[in-house]
C-alpha cells in the first residue's frame, strides 16, 4: 500500500495559480501510474490529470487542458499538479493517487492508494 500526502493548497485569488504536491512513501512509485482527482461539495470526485510512469504520457480533463500541468519527480517519489488561471469553480479538494500495477490509466477505478487530499479555494 502506497501512502500519499498531499500539500499546496491553499486560498487564491482567481487568476491566481497554486502548486500541489504529493509525496509518496514507498521506496519507489518508478513503476507506477499517477493522476489527480478533485471533490467539490455537493459533487462527486472527478478526474483531474494523470500521468505515466516515466512522464511521458499526460492526459487531462477536457475542461482543464491548458491551465493544469501535472509532473513527477520520480527521484523524490513526488507529483506535482501546476494550476494557472483559477477560477471560482476549480474550488475543491484535490486528491493524489497512486495505481500500482498500471504503468499508465486514467480510470478512477484503477486507483488503489489515495490521499487525504488538499483544500483549494479559488475566491472571486
Known amino acids: 500500500q502506497v501512502q500519499l500526502v498531499e500539500s499546496g493548497g491553499g486560498l487564491v485569488q482567481a487568476g491566481g495559480s497554486l502548486r500541489l504536491s504529493c509525496a509518496a512513501s514507498?521506496?519507489?512509485?518508478?513503476?507506477?501510474?499517477l493522476g489527480w482527482f478533485r471533490q467539490a461539495p455537493g459533487k462527486e470526485r472527478e478526474f483531474v490529470a494523470a500521468?505515466?510512469?516515466?512522464?511521458?504520457?499526460?492526459f487531462y480533463a477536457d475542461s482543464l487542458k491548458g491551465r493544469f500541468t501535472i509532473s513527477r519527480d520520480n527521484a523524490k517519489n513526488t507529483v506535482y499538479l501546476q494550476m494557472n488561471s483559477l477560477k471560482p469553480e476549480d474550488t475543491a479538494v484535490y486528491y493524489c493517487?497512486?495505481?500500482?500495477?498500471?504503468?499508465?490509466?486514467?480510470?478512477?477505478?484503477?486507483?488503489?492508494?489515495w490521499g487525504q487530499g488538499t483544500q483549494v479555494i479559488v475566491s472571486s
Open positions: 493517487a497512486a495505481a500500482p500495477g498500471y504503468s499508465y490509466t486514467e480510470r478512477i477505478s484503477d486507483f488503489g492508494s
Open positions: 514507498a521506496r519507489t512509485i518508478n513503476n507506477y501510474a
Open positions: 500521468i505515466s510512469w516515466n512522464g511521458g504520457n499526460t
